[in-house]
């Protein structure tokens, strides 16, 4: 016998059976939906899949299930979110190594540009980090991972993004590197590191604006000291008027 057509329904919120049963772990009645002519890429209001639902839970038997049965690894709800995206904000390591080893893509940002492995670094998730490090074979999914390493000060995680892709100057959308990151919140640590593997110390974003500039409006006086002893132009001239304001709004921006 045929499942009653009300089990397929879309709730309120645009759930259905399969995203419920997904979402609790419920291996059995997943493959019994599929089984029985259940949508398995089937989308939320929010472009939300099965696999979104189950990679953001956390349930791997169900993340396997549904991507044996032909779901799209890359699939992207609404504002870019990938399964894999979900799995590595939420430390989900086995799920994310399943997914990457079935396909799942790095280079799929969200829309405000954040890939899984710059959610997971701003979580704190190293070893999750590391996993999606290892198979960056091709280095292009950094950004905005090492801005956020530069505003944490996480040193440890900055020299494994540059480990083996020696671009220190890596841009944000807003023309801003690492170093304008690090001398906004007069991280130290991390600007010495970006400066002694290449670091631009006067790398102009948009309208000219220079780490030393940054530094010098926030008021970081060692970061000032450390940019100028590796040799930053004292007379650099931005185009910005109203610095602070600006600043901050391209800044926020990156993060």
């Known amino acids: 016998a045929s499942i009653s057509p009300l089990l397929f329904s879309f709730y309120q919120n645009g759930l259905n059976a399969l995203h419920l049963a ?22 939320t209001k929010k472009g939300n899949t099965a696999l979104h639902i189950a990679s953001l839970a956390g349930q791997t038997e169900v993340v396997k299930v549904l991507v044996t049965s032909g779901a ?19 430390n989900h390591l086995e ?22 492995l710059a959610v997971a670094l701003q979580q704190g998730h190293d070893q999750v980090v590391s996993l999606l490090l290892e198979n960056d074979t091709k280095g292009k999914v950094r950004l905005p991972a090492l801005h956020i390493a530069a505003r944490k000060d996480d040193t440890k995680a900055a020299a494994l993004l540059l480990q083996n892709d020696h671009n220190a100057d890596v841009e944000s959308k807003s023309g801003f590197t690492p170093l304008h990151i690090a001398a906004h919140y007069g991280n130290i640590n991390v600007a010495t590191l970006l400066l002694n593997r290449g670091a631009a110390v ?10 030393l500039h940054v530094a010098s409006k926030r ?37």
């Open 72 to 90: 799209n690894v890359n699939a992207q709800s609404q504002n870019g979110f990938t399964p894999l995206y979900m799995a590595a904000q939420e």
């Open 22 to 43: 997904s979402k609790e772990g419920h291996v059995e009645v997943v493959s019994e939906l599929i089984q029985r002519g259940a949508n398995v890429d089937a989308a």
């Open 219 to 255: 008021g970081n006086t060692n970061m000032v000291k450390l940019l100028l002893d590796r040799g930053a132009k004292i007379d650099a001239k931005t185009r910005l008027l109203f610095l602070n304001k600006k600043l901050n709004i391209y800044i926020h921006g990156v993060l």
């Open 95 to 116: 799920v994310v190594k399943f997914l990457l080893d079935n396909g799942a893509s790095q280079s799929l940002a969200t829309e405000d540009g954040f890939t899984p």
């Open 202 to 211: 006067d790398f102009t974003a948009r309208n000219d604006i220079t780490p």
